[in-house]
């Protein structure tokens, strides 16, 4: 029923616009980010940078929409974006991510 989603911006400011949209939609209940350093291979070679990762909690039944509202306004042409299922947790705290994205009826029927 909820999940965290990780994803991985170049920077501070990439990562509160796309934390700070996705609260405001109430996609997104909390986000948590951080540096990171970062080394991966890209289009044949093994880059290193510095990045940010944002640990975003959410409903499962919104991570297409939220996957969709990432790629709008994320710099990267493939940014990282992966979901892990929570498959257990503290009640109260499951309960306020479902208090937190919590939407008029009318949001959804705009889908």
């Not at 999940?3 to 986000?31: G, H, K, M």
């Not at 540096?35 to 093994?46: D, F």
């Not at 939220?66 to 499951?94: F, M, W």
């Not at 009318?106 to 889908?111: G, L, Q, V």
Request: net charge neutral.
């Amino acid at each position: 029923m909820f999940a965290t989603v990780l994803v991985t911006t170049p920077d501070l400011a990439s990562a509160e616009n796309i934390a700070e949209r996705l609260i405001e939609l109430r996609l997104v209940a909390c986000a948590n980010y951080w540096p990171i350093r970062s080394m991966y291979r890209w289009k044949g070679r093994v880059e290193r940078s510095g990045e940010y990762a944002l640990t975003l909690k959410i409903r499962l039944a919104d991570f297409s929409t939220i996957v969709e509202a990432v790629r709008k306004i994320h710099p990267y042409d493939n940014p990282c974006i992966v979901r892990y299922e929570i498959s257990a947790g503290s009640q109260t705290y499951l309960e306020w991510i479902k208090e937190s994205t919590e939407r008029p009826a009318e949001d959804f029927a705009r889908r």
